[in-house]
């Protein structure tokens, strides 16, 4: 089992910043790897940034040059920096971390960008 404690989000004007951050119950060596995903009215869950065990990290097309990964190994928590927001990013944001082979899934946070 892992559990996910995310934090950060809320309501940004477009062109505003923001920082999510994700921890785990478990230490961040003992996943393939943790990220965020997002779900916008209407939409399905799509890819928002991840980063592996090794290193690896994967952005999705729609926040690519927008958005940095990063984890915190000691403290066993990703972090998410997303830049230029746009109001196409509301949504509900969703951490998630692989171990096993199973998905884990964050309660998810809201961020709402403003025009």
């Known amino acids: 089992q892992v559990q996910l404690v995310e934090s950060g989000g809320g309501l940004v004007q477009a062109g505003g910043s923001l920082r999510l951050s994700c921890a785990s119950s478990?230490?961040?060596?003992?996943?393939?790897?943790m990220g965020w995903y997002r779900q916008g009215p209407g939409k399905s869950r799509e890819l928002v940034a991840t980063i592996s065990l090794g290193g690896r990290i994967k952005y999705g097309d729609a926040v690519k040059g927008r958005a940095a990964i990063s984890r915190d190994n000691a403290k066993d928590t990703v972090n998410l920096l997303m830049t230029s927001l746009k109001p196409e990013d509301t949504a509900v944001y969703y951490c998630?971390?692989?171990?096993?082979?199973?998905?884990?899934w964050g309660q998810g946070t809201q961020v709402t960008v403003s025009s």
């Open positions: 478990r230490s961040f060596f003992s996943l393939n790897a």
């Open positions: 998630n971390a692989q171990h096993l082979g199973v998905d884990y």
